[in-house]
Nanobody
Framework: QVQLVESGGGLVQSGGSLRLSCAAS????????MAWYRQAPGKQRELVAT???????NYADSLKGRFTISRDNAKNTVYLQMNNLKPEDTAVYYC??????????WGQGTQVTVSS
């Protein structure tokens, strides 16, 4: 059974940093594209960043330069380093493992709140 568990969320002041982690278990990870999404209150879920098994990355244009996605295949973990956080970054952040054979896998989400 596939399981994704996010951690690292919390309350931070504007301009601060957080690092989110997503630990994966089950028969996934090293070959999967991993992604972070976020969903702010009253808004649709949006893509934050992706990282391929080759470690090739892709970011939402508005987040380039502040957010960095990385992965450690030995630990089955993907990270999201978030710097210079802004109040508009407040959202629930979700880890996703893309699944070419069926529905994607999702974590339960971790809340990030940025105070002004």
């Amino acid at each position: 059974q596939v399981q994704l568990v996010e951690s690292g969320g919390g309350l931070v002041q504007s301009g601060g940093s957080l690092r989110l982690s997503c630990a994966a278990s089950g028969s996934i990870f090293s070959g999967n594209v991993m992604a972070w999404y976020r969903q702010a209150p009253g808004k649709q879920r949006e893509l934050v960043a992706t990282i391929a098994s080759s470690s090739r990355t892709n970011y939402a244009d508005s987040l380039k330069g502040r957010f960095t996605i990385s992965r450690d295949n030995a630990k089955n973990t993907v990270y999201l380093q978030m710097n210079n956080l802004k109040p508009e970054d407040t959202a629930v952040y979700y880890c996703c493992a893309r699944n070419a054979l069926g529905p994607d896998y999702w974590g339960q989400g971790t809340q990030v709140t940025v105070s002004s």
